[in-house]
């Protein structure tokens, strides 16, 4: 069915690998090539999806996402392509409103059997032989405790899925998209064609996927500059925003085995009060990890007179220079979590994060209305990592325009765009408050 098509996917995170994945299962002499600015196995990627560990859980107030999640996470523990890398450690989700017995409704109203349940705040604290006594507990409600939640090896995942969509039939091309191309269809109508790298190659395909998380702002008003046509620009559709992440080695054979086993920790607040704040169990190499509360935009100029938030233009996004002001995020997350027990610890590792974001938090998993033949899928809000063995089912449903009416409606590029104020990790700081002006 798919022979005579051809599917060009920008960009190899989650949404991309898993895309390309779906499609060569259902079709495998489909023609299906993805093009990245970093090889798969590069040491250093700029994608989110590229990271130690990711949280993998259904634990969402949003019932769409909490089925999907389900479905993500049956995938996770059954299938032998995805199992070894997710470990089911539960979660420990300290809530200042409602979303425990939100979480707990949900699964009840998808007939979900699993052990889970809104804790109060006394009895929760000795839990897990009491390793998060002494996080802040200011104006908690009450903490979800959820066993079957965890999470993922998320680097090494993202490799391993690649891999096989490989040996499948997919082809991979290491290269930077500067443009998407555009031209005619026999009916007249605007289409596109393929893209050009900034090397000056020319890729094309009947489908062209742009999978390009925070960089898709950019690469669209890019595109609209050097084609004329302004409609190719996501305005305020996307927003790049990026994160820190901070690491610590527990190279103490105690603590480590105090830790080992932890649950994934999460420091939840209102939309007023700002973005919940994650300390995931430690790694193979005993790193444990948190993610900061300190979300930003980085304006800047990316053609005369164009201006978007867009990853700094060094080709790693600068990811790995951080400054004291976004380190101290990382050590405010120890301290909310671990108190007085984790004060000794050292940071040795920082990273900046990018991700795409829409206001209310839905991914975009549509037509592009600008062109024939271009399609999005990206927009994670810091939330997408976890669907990525079933992302590519429903962006393969968007392709063949079968995706359901409900889904269609939530991640369309044009729809109806709340106002972010009650989306708590909506980019509310300029980076270039957070870090000296030579870094822009
Ligand atoms: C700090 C942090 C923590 C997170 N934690 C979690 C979590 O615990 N659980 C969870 O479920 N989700 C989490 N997320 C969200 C999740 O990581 C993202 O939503 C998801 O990985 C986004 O996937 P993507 O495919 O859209 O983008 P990416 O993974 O960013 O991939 C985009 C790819 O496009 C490529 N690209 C971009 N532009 C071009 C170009 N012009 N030419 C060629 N290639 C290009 C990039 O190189 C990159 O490989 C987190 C995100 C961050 C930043």
Redesign the pocket.
Known sequence: MAGDKSYLI???????VSTAYHLIKKYPDASVTI????AYDASS???????W????RADYDDIVYCRLALEAQDVFQTEALWKPYFHQTGIYWMCRDDYARDVVDNYKKLGRRADLAAVPVDEARKLYGGLFEDADYTGVKEVLVNKTSG?AA?GDCLIAVTKEALKLGVKYVT????TVLLGTDGQGQRRCTGVR?TQGDVLTASHVLL??????PK?LELSAASSGHEDLSAGKRIVAGG?T?GMTTLADDETYARFASMPVGVQGYTAEQGPFI?S?PPTKDRELKW?GQTIFRNNREVLPGRVLSAPPPEPDYAQWKVSGRLKEDINHANHVFYGKNGAKWKMEKHRI????FTTSSDFIISPHAAAKGLYVA??????????FPVLGKYIVQMLEGTLSPELTEKWAWDRERPDPSGFADYPRWEMKELIGASRL
């Not at 093009?35 to 970093?38: E, P």
């Not at 994670?380 to 976890?386: D, I, M, S």
């Open positions: 920008v960009g190899a995170g989650v949404f991309g093009i990245d600015r970093d990627r700029v994608a989110a999806s590229w990271d560990n990711k949280v993998v999470w998320a290269g930077e998209v500067q790298t999978c390009t998380g925070a960089y898709t690469l994160i992440t994650g995931l993610w994060c990018w991700d795409a990206t927009c994670g809000n810091f939330h997408g990592w976890k669907f």
